[in-house]
């Protein structure tokens, strides 16, 4: 078992991504990255694989997006795979991120279990 199996999620809008990175070779880079990342707000854990260049990141999605990460990998000199699968899934988990953030703002919906007046059984009048 990898060590960031262990990880558990801290809130309902917590996701886990792995994203590759063809430059990170060395583990002084790991350093770097690791440093970069964990500073961003929303950020909750990184943890880097040199050997096999990539990561995994633990975020709340509605603090940061996975786009921030993306060009916060780009803008230390890190920037994450551009083939089409990568760029397939920044679409899809740029998508789930905007989707839970606007879902985690939306108001409360009204109770439907028993709404007064509506459907089910009505009072009698006496």
């Known amino acids: 078992m990898s060590r960031d199996q262990f990880i558990k999620m801290r809130g309902a809008w917590d996701t886990r991504h792995w994203i590759s990175v063809p430059g990170l ?22 943890v880097i694989y040199p050997e096999q260049q990539r990561i995994r990141v633990t975020y709340d999605q509605t603090r940061l997006d996975y786009q921030h990460i993306l060009e916060q990998l780009e803008m230390i000199g890190f920037p994450a795979s551009t083939g089409w ?17 606007e879902n985690a703002r939306a108001p409360e919906p ?3 279990s028993n709404p007064k007046g509506i ?3 009505h009072e009698r009048k006496k």
């Open 25 to 46: 070779s060395h583990p002084a880079d790991a350093l770097q990255l690791e440093a970069s990342l964990s500073a961003l707000q929303g950020m909750n854990r990184v």
């Open 85 to 101: 699968w990568s760029l397939r899934k920044a679409g899809w988990f740029q998508y789930l991120d905007q989707t839970a953030r």
């Open 110 to 112: 009204p109770c439907c």
């Open 119 to 121: 459907g089910g059984r």
